[in-house]
């Protein structure tokens, strides 16, 4: 089954209010660190996050940046408002889809996700647009979620992935490595530390 932008960010739309609920353990327990350890490697002035989300990101944002983060789901970007006013963070928040940014070409010193890739409906397609509004020598940074390299583990993940799909708008199954690798970067990167389905990615333009 597949799902196209509108579905999914009907979906987002609907869970926005509990989402952190829902991720609070897995949160606490494996993605803190992660997020840290991938925010630690931002580089340049200006910083372009993708799926902002509810701002669980938020709290690692370099104090120096100018920062703009953008998400397609008004129920998610309003959640992200109110953390933003909340916890006094220097955002600037847009409501856009990362598979068509508003942005120019060369726009961006570091370009960063966590966990988006998962639900883009055509990932190549946004994956270029971050190659293109990334500046000549600058680096986009993603945390995914992909599918395991363990066949019997990868065979029931593409089994669920269409009851996680129709529920929370995601997919299990994605190759994100390989995504990345087949756009115009000239690096990719994954950190050894990374696990079998939890990827740390940096690519990088000239």
């Not at 199954?173 to 740390?200: I, Y």
């Amino acid at each position: 089954m597949k799902a196209n932008s509108e579905t999914i960010k009907k979906r987002y739309d609907r869970i926005a209010p509990y989402f952190e609920v829902f991720e609070a353990i897995v949160e606490g327990l494996f993605f803190k660190k992660w997020r840290k350890k991938l925010w630690e490697r931002v580089e340049g002035y200006h910083i372009l996050e993708v799926g902002v989300g509810t701002g669980k990101n938020f709290a690692y944002y370099p104090g120096y940046a100018r920062i703009t983060a953008i998400d397609f789901s008004p129920g998610m970007l309003q959640q992200a408002a109110i953390q933003k006013e909340r916890k006094k963070v220097v955002v600037d928040l847009e409501l856009m889809d990362v598979q068509s940014l508003y942005f120019a070409d060369n726009s961006f010193d570091t370009v960063i996700a966590t966990f988006v890739f998962c639900s883009v409906p055509m990932p190549l397609k946004g994956l270029k647009e971050l190659h293109r509004v990334c500046k000549p020598g600058g680096q986009v940074l993603l945390l995914e979620h992909v599918l395991s390299s363990k066949p019997p583990i990868a065979w029931l993940m593409k089994r669920l992935n269409p009851l996680v799909l129709r529920l929370f708008g995601a997919n299990i199954d994605r190759n994100t490595v390989k995504n990345v690798k087949a756009c115009p970067f000239v690096s990719v990167r994954v950190d050894e530390e990374s696990g079998d389905m939890l990827k740390l990615i940096e690519a990088r333009k000239w």
